[in-house]
């Protein structure tokens, strides 16, 4: 028997910008702000990667926190990143189409120790799901009917 845990979303395109999402009963869209062809009623696929990252960080943090006996009061967690959409346009192919970097800044009013800081944030890391595919390759297979 496997321990693995089967996460999928089923999507249908509702114009050339926006995307109704399910999963598990909840619906998403997806769109673009007006300046990237859309019509800016949701958030586009990247700001959802930031979103998701951010979601995993904060119950890896609070996971990670409880076994580390940090009684974590508050937490923020901020990420931003930069892309250059030139590949996604088709005018140039010279950088990656993605994120060129991600800076993740969490923010508590906790007193940490400096080393406990550190082992907090490396279990933080070593054990968010999404922070693992973000960071390592993962093998992707495309069809058409």
């Known amino acids: 028997m496997s321990n693995l845990l089967k996460f999928s979303i089923q999507s249908k395109s509702e114009t050339p910008a926006r995307t109704e999402i399910e999963t598990r009963g909840f619906k998403l869209i997806v769109d673009e702000p007006a300046e990237l062809g859309g019509t800016n009623l949701a958030p586009n696929p990247v700001e959802y990667i930031l979103a998701g990252y951010a979601g995993c960080i904060n119950v890896v943090a609070h996971l990670t926190a409880k076994e580390l006996n940090i009684d974590v009061q508050d937490l923020q967690i901020n990420i931003e990143g930069d892309l250059?959409?030139?590949?996604?346009?088709?005018?140039?192919?010279?950088?990656?189409?993605?994120?060129?970097?991600?800076?993740?800044?969490?923010?508590?009013?906790?007193?940490?120790?400096?080393?406990?800081?550190?082992?907090w944030l490396e279990e933080i890391e070593s054990r968010c799901p999404v922070n693992d595919n973000l960071r390592n390759v993962t093998p992707v297979n495309f069809s058409l009917n």
Do not use: C, M, W
């Open 84 to 119: 250059n959409p030139a590949r996604l346009f088709g005018t140039s192919h010279e950088e990656r189409a993605g994120y060129q970097y991600l800076t993740v800044s969490l923010k508590t009013t906790n007193r940490i120790d400096e080393s406990l800081k550190t082992r």
